[in-house]
């Protein structure tokens, strides 16, 4: 089961980065499909019955706006700050807080916050402890940033990664 969840997720990779129906370019992402998910499937993939739930499907279809979304807004953020006279900055990092249970689901938040200008996971711990570089620190309080940073990914990922 694992070696075919892995096997459909890296064909329709394929398919995404590749952009073609050719045969040939299609049996070439059948094979390299099919030697990634015999060697990597045990390492990637460790639940593979959530891979087939439509519930996390449509919630991960609707993370995906909601992180444009937050994305332009802090691109528009970081461009005021850098095109602004006084420069209005006031870096740091914060400690902020996850109530993701899995190693993906943090990861996928870290990453979250990573790609979102004016933001850069430092650190990410065991024990759900993120360590955010902020571009703008506007609270030190490990509950007051977990409410500004983290709250607004959380509540979709928690539903796409359990």
């Known amino acids: 089961m694992k070696k075919l969840v892995l096997f459909i997720v890296s ?11 050719y045969l040939p370019s299609l049996l070439i992402g059948v094979g390299v499909s099919l030697i990634v998910s015999f060697w990597f499937a045990d390492i990637f993939i460790r639940h593979p019955q959530n891979f087939f739930q439509i519930k996390r ?9 909601i992180f444009i979304f937050y994305c332009i807004v802090a691109n528009l953020d970081v461009a005021y700050r850098v095109l602004h006279p006084k420069l209005p900055i006031e870096p740091g990092i914060v400690k ?5 249970s899995t190693l993906t689901g943090r990861v996928a938040l870290a990453n979250s916050i990573t790609l979102t200008p004016g933001t850069l996971t430092v650190e990410l711990t065991d024990d759900g402890y993120l360590y ?14 977990t409410k500004m940073i983290v709250k607004k990914f959380e509540p979709i ?5 359990g």
């Open 11 to 21: 064909f329709i990779t394929w398919l995404i980065l590749t952009w073609t129906v």
């Open 57 to 65: 499907f449509l919630y991960l279809l609707l993370y995906i706006p």
């Open 96 to 100: 902020v807080k996850t109530e993701l």
């Open 132 to 145: 955010v570089h902020w571009i703008n620190v506007k609270a030190i309080d490990v509950e007051e940033a």
């Open 157 to 161: 990922l928690k539903e796409v990664f």
